[in-house]
T-cell receptor, first 115, second 114 residues
Framework: AQSVTQLGSHVSVSEGALVLLRCNYS??????LFWYVQYPNQGLQLLLK??????LVKGINGFEAEFKKSETSFHLTKPSAHMSDAAEYFC?????????????FGKGTKLSVKP | KAGVTQTPRYLIKTRGQQVTLSCSPI?????VSWYQQTPGQGLQFLFE???????NKGNFPGRFSGRQFSNSRSEMNVSTLELGDSALYLC?????????????FGDGTRLSIL
């Protein structure tokens, strides 16, 4: 069965510091992986996705993630945090429909950026 | 290209009432999924529609129902509202069903039950 674990429900960084949000997945088949961001009072916006091919995936707003099969991880990084990055981030793994639908989400990580 | 549009953005209802939420997907997208988001449970899948047919259904009671029209627009209905139904309801569309297709979300309808 597919599942996603996001380590750390809250992460706080200083402006200009490295952002690292952790995501580990469990999947019985080669997964498709996604990162979404949610700003207050808004829906989820797709940051990046891994389907096949290159394991380092670049997304919008300077974010990137690396698929590591041996570690079953898909951590999200950004070299230098900006105040506008403060939001909640969700990692998701593909699923084969059924009662959980096509995407299984982690619980989310709330990112705070200090000036 | 217009994004996913959900109406209304905010709703206040009382227990026992019913409510209908609407979702217009991105033009050309034929698959629509609905999610409930709460602080305690996170994002929970409600159902998915494609070509006017429900493909998948989450573990929610029968009070939660939905449908999709021939133009791909979708509605979800919740009857006999309970306090626990207070949540952000998100709609997402994709070009077609399938686990590789990224889903594009609307801004949601925030439902408050008094």
């Amino acid at each position: 069965a597919q599942s996603v674990t996001q380590l750390g429900s809250h992460v706080s960084v200083s402006e200009g510091a490295l952002v690292l949000l952790r995501c580990n997945y469990s999947s019985s088949v080669p997964p498709y992986l996604f990162w979404y961001v949610q700003y207050p009072n808004q829906g989820l916006q797709l940051l990046l996705k891994y389907t096949t091919g290159a394991t380092l995936v670049k997304g919008i707003n300077g974010f990137e993630a690396e698929f590591k099969k041996s570690e079953t991880s898909f951590h999200l990084t950004k070299p230098s945090a900006h105040m506008s990055d403060a939001a909640e981030y969700f990692c998701a793994v593909s699923n084969y429909g059924g009662s959980q639908g096509n995407l299984i989400f982690g619980k989310g990580t709330k990112l705070s950026v200090k000036p | 290209k217009a994004g996913v549009t959900q109406t209304p953005r905010y709703l206040i209802k009382t227990r026992g009432q019913q409510v209908t939420l609407s979702c217009s997907p991105i033009s050309g997208h034929r698959s629509v999924s609905w999610y409930q988001q709460t602080p305690g449970q996170g994002l929970q899948f409600l159902f998915e529609y494609f070509s006017e047919t429900q493909r998948n259904k989450g573990n929610f009671p029968g009070r939660f129902s939905g449908r999709q029209f021939s133009n791909s627009r979708s509605e979800m209905n919740v009857s006999t509202l309970e306090l626990g139904d207070s949540a952000l309801y998100l709609c997402a569309s994709s070009t077609a069903p399938g686990q590789s297709q990224p889903q594009h979300f609307g801004d949601g309808t925030r439902l408050s039950i008094l």
